[in-house]
């Protein structure tokens, strides 16, 4: 009994021995070193013998078999968790970079596979030479296998990779739509970036939209829908239509709001309705002195009449060939050799005050012709006159400022409309001069410069003149600021700007040939590239660079389709304060979580992808390396 014991006891041991031996024999793990293989495409091997070599000494070949010896020892113990470990350094990079952009329609699948062929092709064959052994060419053998290998597995496992996480996709963008009630992902995140870009909070471009405005004549987006003009498209024609139709249409409201302020005559063309104004003046004037014609005028009145015509006989001169020309008729009086006046009859009061009104036109003849004194003496004797009618007929004297008034009404306006081509020293001062005239005449003044830019406006200047008008430093601006009611002036100026814009943004975007810029921004499409992607790439941020060109890969793939770039321009354009707001608005929250998602399914996608090479490759390598050796 304690024979069989001592012996069963003897054979626990030595099996005990046995497996602790093997398990001595057993080679040691290489994970890190597989893992390594997978990321350096089969040549970290080399690499770490060169660098063990050049720190000890020894031979490279030598310590090269040693590991290569080693990796093969493990991928024999061991071959799954090789394999595993090899794939997941390979698949590191993909993890990282996040590669091709997920999602897609049946037009873009074989383009997608096609790429992802190339590069699988590319990867695999450099995988199967970097894992080669021996000279350069039958390291060059095992190429040909490698890249068949890789390209065939490369799309198929990102294909795979893609139906597998589509669900995912779907229920998020759902989601999404279901609670935030907006389009689909691609266009909301290009509204987003676009959003950032402007440099303006959803609430300003919505009140901007109130205002008058539109997103695409944002100044610090004309860049980005210049693209979409690039892209052509429903999108790029709708874009057309808009930027050549707003900035007529700014004008136009513009000058509307101008001409509600500097004329008052009731007439879009205010030429025709001043001229209609002045003839209807006439007329009521006409009338009124119609009451003084055969009224005989009081004797105080004839006594001022002769004494004026005898002290200014140019004035006697023209009231006779006045009088000949209407009537046919020698005039009322005589002038006798000594130069006194003698009346052949009693002399009207509408006599009267015509020569008092051909006394005031000599008088203002001499002042042209810089004869002042003459000018002023002159004006004295018709002063005379005119003082001995008024106070004999006062109903002549309000007859005659109601006259006078219409007159310098129609001279104020007349030098409004040629205030163009004046100084803008002489502007001040001629406005001055009319604003010591009464209201009719600013009025007046204030219409004729309204006609002058009525004029301009039909001119090759129109373009420009919105922004000359809004630029303080301009002669347009200054003139504007002077003349113009100051009370309403900032109104009036908003107005002014928006068409400014308005054209700016138009010849910015609908001008000339896609530029360099255009270009990029086309790339920047759907990637939702905002002003912290750009920070971190400028400032050198290794993780910011990395999402930076996974969003970049990313839109380079996948873009924007028509349809996606009509609905984005849609909102560019649109002039519903509302409908802008609903497009920007995420109330829900879910527009990150979305994003998070997706990059998540693009990176394993990508990693799988990649991962799928490795030990393709290797099979393709062997079959072909074996064949070309034979």
Do not use: C, H, W
Not at 561 to 588: F, H, M, Y
């Amino acid at each position: 009994m304690a024979d069989r014991e001592t012996v069963a006891l003897q054979q626990a041991l030595l099996e005990r021995a046995r497996r602790e031996l093997e398990k001595r024999a057993e080679p040691a793990t290489q994970r890190l070193r597989s893992a390594a293989q997978g990321l350096t495409f089969g040549t970290a091997d080399e690499i770490e013998a060169r660098a063990r070599s050049l720190a000890t000494g020894r031979p490279y070949q030598e310590v090269l078999d040693e590991i290569r010896g080693g990796l093969k020892a493990y991928r024999e113990a061991r071959p799954v968790e090789a394999i595993g470990a090899e794939m997941a350094g390979a698949v590191a990079p993909g993890l990282l970079s996040g590669g091709a952009g997920f999602v897609g329609t049946g037009a873009r699948l074989l383009p997608r596979v096609g790429r992802a062929a190339m590069v699988g092709a590319t990867e695999g064959g450099a995988y199967a030479f970097g894992t080669g052994e021996g000279s350069f060419g039958e390291r060059m053998a095992r190429v040909p296998g490698g890249a068949i290998a890789g390209g065939i597995a490369a799309p198929v496992m990102g294909e795979a990779a893609r139906l597998a996480m589509r669900p995912a996709q779907a229920v998020i963008d759902i989601a999404r739509r279901r609670l935030g009630g907006r389009g689909g992902a691609a266009v909301e995140a290009e509204l987003q970036r676009l959003q950032q870009e402007s440099g303006k909070t959803v609430d300003e471009i919505v009140q901007d939209i109130a205002s008058g405005r539109i997103m695409a004549e944002n100044a610090t987006l004309r860049d980005a829908v210049r693209a979409y003009r690039a892209a052509g498209g429903e999108g790029a024609t709708t874009l057309q239509q808009a930027m050549t139709r707003r900035p007529q249409q700014t004008r136009e409201e513009a000058m509307s709001e101008i001409q509600r302020y500097l004329s008052d005559v009731g007439d879009e063309n205010v030429m025709r309705g001043v001229r209609r104004s002045e003839a209807e003046a006439k007329a009521a004037e006409r009338a009124a002195y119609a009451g003084f014609e055969g009224r005989p005028a009081p004797a105080e009145v004839v006594d001022a009449l002769g004494e004026a015509l005898r002290r200014v006989p140019s004035a006697a001169d023209e009231v006779a060939t006045m009088l000949r020309a209407q009537t046919g008729q020698s005039p009322f009086f005589n002038v006798l050799e000594d130069g006194t006046i003698e009346f052949t009859r009693t002399p009207t009061l509408m006599e009267a005050e015509r020569v008092r009104r051909a006394i005031a036109n000599r008088a203002t003849q001499l002042y042209r012709s810089s004869q002042g004194g003459a000018g002023e003496a002159v004006a004295d004797v018709g002063g005379g006159l005119r003082e001995a009618i008024d106070i004999s007929v006062p109903e002549m004297a309000a007859t005659r400022a109601q006259a006078a008034t219409t007159r310098v009404a129609r001279d104020s306006f007349e030098s409004g409309r040629t205030i163009f081509g004046k100084s803008s020293d002489d502007i001040e001062i001629e406005f001055e001069r009319v604003s010591g005239a009464g209201d009719e005449a600013v009025r007046s003044f204030r219409a004729g410069v309204m006609d002058a830019l009525r004029r301009r406006m039909e001119t090759g200047t129109r373009k420009s003149m919105m922004g000359r008008l809004a630029d303080p430093d301009t002669k347009e601006g200054r003139i504007l600021r002077t003349v113009f009611p100051q009370d309403e002036l900032p109104s009036v100026l908003a107005q002014i700007e928006r068409a400014a814009e308005s054209q700016a943004a138009s010849s910015a975007i609908m001008g000339g040939s896609p530029t360099a810029i255009t270009a990029q921004q086309l790339t920047r499409q759907g990637a939702n590239i905002g002003a912290e992607d750009i920070s971190a790439v400028m400032s050198g941020d290794i993780v910011g660079i990395a999402r930076t060109a996974n969003k970049l890969v990313r839109s380079a793939v996948e873009g924007l389709t028509d349809a996606q770039r009509k609905r984005i321009v849609d909102i560019l354009v649109s002039e519903d304060p509302n409908v802008v707001r609903r497009a920007l608005q995420d109330e829900s929250g879910m527009a990150a979580f979305q994003s998070a998602v997706e990059n998540a399914i693009m990176r394993t996608t990508a990693g799988m992808r990649r991962g799928a090479v490795v030990p393709a490759a290797g099979v393709g390598g062997e079959v072909t390396g074996g064949l070309l050796a034979q």
